[in-house]
């Protein structure tokens, strides 16, 4: 019973900010926007990033895998945007 009580609250995984990390990377992805999917992107990588450092492994991981593919096919939309 004691080793329950030695647990603190700031050691838990922060499965929020990863699960927003994804949902900020599937928005890069899906919604043709361009300025606002690199921002989306962008924010999500940042966000993924924050979520591996506090223990999320396998969410977060797949958070920065999403964002970044998302933020590369924002970055060469808003390019192609752009040219014309």
């Not at 992107?41 to 991981?61: D, H, R, S």
């Amino acid at each position: 019973m004691s080793e329950r009580d030695n647990f603190s609250h700031d050691q838990q995984p922060n499965t929020t900010m990863a699960g927003i990390a994804l949902a900020l990377g599937i928005f890069a992805l899906v919604i043709p926007i361009a300025v606002i999917d690199v921002i989306a992107g962008v924010v999500g990588i940042v966000l993924a990033n924050q979520a591996k450092k506090t223990g999320v492994g396998g969410l977060a991981t797949a958070a920065l895998v999403i964002s970044i593919i998302g933020t590369v096919i924002a970055v060469l939309f808003t390019i192609s945007v752009l040219a014309l």
